[in-house]
């Protein structure tokens, strides 16, 4: 079956967060919008049939997590991941940040050292700081293959302590699918200072050709038993909007424990249209799935030759997955601090600024690419121009 992502398909006027506020965001109206991670394509048909089908009929009342919610997922995480999850280890959230917060609350007390490897998805920052645990940073090291784990300062501060970890796999923004002796090495040492994980794999699916995603509870039987992984359609399907997630927690005592936890904050029911779009999506969606990485893979490799050719000041990271890309703006004449309004005011475009996934983001800017080929294209004409002014 052919999807056409090259589709023209406007956001515009539907209270969009990518499209609908850039006036407040980037104090202007017509930039072209490249950041909040979101697709600007529309989901799968079956899902929205799914949906029509469902709010057609007009009721929607506290509704169940059916048996079906359940299987369709351990058919895609055995068919996408290699992993045979039990029914009983899958406990439903509403959102991958609401489980992380969740978890940090559950498992970890006040002023509790919680890692995290930055740069990082910046929510897991607030996680840990708005949870009044104390923040430690574990930078990653830029290779020109690539970021890497930084194994010796890992075990230095699980010596000195760490509770928890969250890793985030793959790796936003900075776009790596870890490899097997990455994640056994990281592992290893996360059973050695008995250290909780909480592993994000929502980016899990947008995976470029040549690479798989391996869930690091796959790898050690010990670790698993201290290891939460998040899970959720919203990115894979673009329906983050519907707020259904899953977490998978094979440990009976942590996800007892877990539940007890989410019971005392009255979390007791899903969203009807999410669970949904949530069953159509995971089982019909990946012939859809498929030919998504082809398209983000090809914008990848369209961003890449374009940038190399035509604005070599930049340079854009090796990476292997997600549909985030994280772009190396520091050989641009100006100060880290001023690359943000630089692409807002000269090249009209709203990306994320690199600082907000922590300080070692400093002059880098990072760009969805989840978007038709043609507004990419215009985009970096945009900046091309731009930095041609400079
Ligand atoms: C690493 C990561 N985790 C979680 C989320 C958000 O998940 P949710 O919308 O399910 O809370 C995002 C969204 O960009 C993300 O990049």
Redesign the pocket.
Known sequence: MAFDFDAPFSRVGTDSVKWDINEEIFGRSDVIPLW??DMDFPAPKEVSEALCARAAHGAFGYTIYPEEFYDVFINWAKNRYNWDIHREWMVNSH????A?NTAIQCFTTINDPVLIQTPV?Q??FKSIRNNERQLVTSPLIETPAGYEMDFADLETKFASGVKMMIL?SPH?PVGRVWRRDELVRLAQLLVRYNVLLIS?E??ADIIYPGYRQIPIATLDETLARQCIT?Y?P??TFNI?GL?T?VTIIPDEELRTQYCDFSNKMGEHIGNTLGITAFIAAYKYGSPWLDALNQYVWSNYQFVKHFVAEYIPQLRVTAQQGTF?LWLDCRNLPMKATECSRFFIDKAGLGLNDGTWFGKDGAGFMRMNIACRRSLIQQALEQLQNAVEHL
Do not use: Q
């Open positions: 909040v991670a959102g991958v940040v609401e992380i998805y929510p897991f985030c936003n994000d929502i980016h998040l959720a919203g990115k983050a707020t997630a985030l």
